[in-house]
């Protein structure tokens, strides 16, 4: 493989299968998760609040596009790395939790905080596909 991969300068990495399926989760499964919660949890509140998902511009298509991913592919993907992904939820679900804790107190400094750490590792993003 490395062989017929070589002219295309790949950068090859080796990991174990558990390193393996932590980053997946992490990179992949995990936000094909929230992406497909955020639209199921759009799609009720829409019906409820008679509003309709023609308004989603963006920003939401862009965070959910995944979410179109087929469902059937995906529920054998998570099956398969179900504890890790577990505990990457579990995880995530206390960064939603420190945030709305932040809501609550109108705690300005933490909600701040939040977003300039996602900033500048996302603006790493950035810098390293160029």
């Known amino acids: 493989m490395k062989t017929l991969l070589s002219g295309l300068q790949v950068c090859w990495q080796q990991i174990t299968a558990e390193e393996h399926d932590q980053v997946v989760g992490q990179l992949s499964h995990l ?7 955020l639209v199921n949890m759009t799609k009720c509140a829409a019906e409820q609040n008679h509003f309709s998902l023609d308004y989603a511009a963006g920003g939401f298509k862009s965070t959910t596009r995944i979410a179109a991913s087929d469902p059937q592919l995906w529920t054998a993907i998570l099956q398969s790395n179900s504890s890790i992904l577990i505990q990457q939820i579990e995880q995530f679900c206390r960064s939603l939790d420190k945030v709305k ?8 400094e933490g909600i701040n905080q939040f977003f300039e750490q996602a ?5 790493i993003l950035d ?3 160029q």
């Open 101 to 108: 804790r932040a809501l609550q107190k109108d705690d300005r």
């Open 127 to 129: 810098h390293d596909s």
């Open 119 to 123: 900033k500048a590792v996302r603006t």
């Open 31 to 37: 936000p094909h998760i929230i992406a497909a919660g």
